[in-house]
């Protein structure tokens, strides 16, 4: 049995980065020899044994075999005779595909070091074009490290638009477009995610509703959700920002079909209603000024607000690109603090009731604004 460190890990390690999770391939061994060392087997398509202690996860070293059209349709192989490198090849990057064993030795039998020191985003094997998944995951990993200048090598953006070209990843479900898209957004250049499953053809499979607004109107989805992602690491808000372009029955109707989660479906959908309409607050009366913060909600829920300013600010800098800052964002926060003053149980202690209480508290909200 032998053990070595893989993936990821390695991969940072080589980069100079945090290395935050580690995964671990065994070699020569069964799933008995496994749960003999107090290991316990977790997954049911091929073993995988956490760590008794440090939960990190050991896998059994395996093959794959292409059964099924999708990123299901697998046979999956794991056994003592499967070797380290044929393990290393169902990986789908040659920088994913290196191991280190527990003298620090690094086994890259794929390139993964030269494509490191090229910045290369280079896949392993043909055997790539068998998991539409790795289209998705390709432009995650070309937003993760642009930054550091990586970019597609060329016969891998090729092998990507070959399988979009052959509708292969309409077999994708929903869940785990959504998960690849989710991590995503976390990164320092969340808008290259998009670029590149645009380059490839694939955002128009993915993202039918994105394509119309993504590079264009002013701003353009783009535009936004990269100077978005400057000022915030918000996931939910960096979506918001690409739904801020986009037609509210559009909004909705990705939002159904990805499954997205109800938090970032309601942050989306509130920018898209009511951002532009903070851009004018300077010019609005108390009246309309207490209309659009009602609508919104931030009333009663606060926390919301410094999001939407940051998100409109930005919005609105694209707009005004001669302005350097967004006066409307103190107005605002100005008129929340002057309304949260007036408090419906002082009313309630007056004996106010009922469709009276409903207009004095009105009353007391518009007047506090003066």
Sequence with gaps: MNIYRVGGAVRDQLLGLEVNDVDWV??????????????QQVGRDFP????????QEYALARTERKTAPGYT?????ADPDVSLEQDLARRDLTINAMAQDD??????????????EQKLLRHVTAAFVEDPLRVLRVARFAARFFPLGFRIAPETQSLMQDMVAANELNALVAERVWTETDRALVELDPQIYFDTLDDCGALAQVFPELVPVWRHGKPSARQ?????????????????????????????????RLRIAKSYYQLAELANRHVP???????MNTAARLHLLESMDVLRRPQRIQP??????CHWLLLQPQESGYPQAELV??????????????????????VAMAQALRLKRLKAQI
């Design 26 to 39: 065994v070699v020569g061994a069964t799933p008995q020899e496994m749960l003999d060392r107090g290991f």
């Design 48 to 55: 995988v044994f956490p760590h008794p202690e440090t939960k």
């Design 73 to 77: 349709g697998f046979a999956v192989h």
């Design 103 to 116: 003298a620090g030795n690094i086994i890259d039998p794929y390139g993964g070091q030269r494509d490191l």
């Design 224 to 256: 936004l959700l990269s100077a978005v992602a400057q000022v915030d690491t918000s996931p939910q808000l960096r979506f918001a920002a690409l739904a801020m372009s986009m037609e509210p029955d559009q909004l909705k109707a990705m939002a159904a």
């Design 277 to 283: 309409g903070l851009h004018g607050f300077a010019s």
């Design 308 to 313: 939407l300013l940051r998100l409109a600010r």
């Design 333 to 354: 926060l100005d008129a929340i603090n002057a309304i949260s003053t007036v408090k419906a149980d002082d009313l309630v202690k007056q004996g106010v009731k009922g």
